[in-house]
């Protein structure tokens, strides 16, 4: 990949997983990764970061969490929209019609500024 706002070449830096003996917990040197016993996994691709080696731009492209955080911003829109849909059907039970249309809009503006 290429830098997105210079296009020069990039370094990548990924978080790995890997499998060691539990006795190598505190001694994960260089060496003891090249051990027979260690073996790499996988690559957690989701959390890559694309770094810039254009000294004059150093632009880092990150997607480091980007998963977990549209799940948040999604529940959080959700939980939102639920709360909402809650106060309109409670004015609505009531009778109160105008009460149901104004909890409709500050339900509507909070949700379009979430969004």
Same mark, same amino acid.
């Given at each position: 990949? =290429?830098?997105?706002?210079?296009?020069? /070449?990039? &370094?990548?830096?990924?978080? @790995? /997983?890997?499998?060691?003996?539990?006795?190598? =917990?505190? &001694? +994960?040197? !260089?060496?003891?990764? &090249?051990?027979?016993? /260690?073996?790499?996994?996988? $690559? *957690?691709?989701?959390?890559?970061?694309?770094?810039?080696?254009? $000294?004059?731009?150093?632009?880092?492209?990150? %997607?480091?969490?980007?998963?977990?955080?549209?799940? @948040? !911003?999604? =529940? !959080?829109?959700? *939980? @939102?929209?639920?709360?909402?849909?809650?106060?309109? +059907?409670?004015?609505?039970?009531?009778?109160?019609?105008?009460? @149901? $249309? %104004?909890? +409709?809009? /500050?339900? +509507?503006?909070?949700?379009?500024?979430?969004?």
């Amino acid at each position: 990949m =290429n830098c997105p706002k210079c296009g020069s /070449v990039t &370094r990548t830096q990924v978080q @790995a /997983v890997i499998s060691a003996p539990g006795e190598m =917990n505190h &001694r +994960l040197s !260089k060496r003891n990764l &090249r051990s027979k016993d /260690v073996y790499f996994m996988a $690559v *957690l691709w989701e959390t890559a970061d694309f770094i810039c080696t254009n $000294v004059e731009c150093q632009y880092i492209h990150t %997607r480091y969490g980007n998963y977990v955080t549209r799940l @948040a !911003k999604e =529940n !959080k829109h959700l *939980l @939102a929209v639920a709360e909402a849909a809650g106060k309109v +059907l409670e004015a609505w039970e009531r009778g109160d019609l105008a009460g @149901a $249309v %104004r909890s +409709l809009d /500050v339900a +509507l503006d909070q949700l379009e500024k979430q969004t």
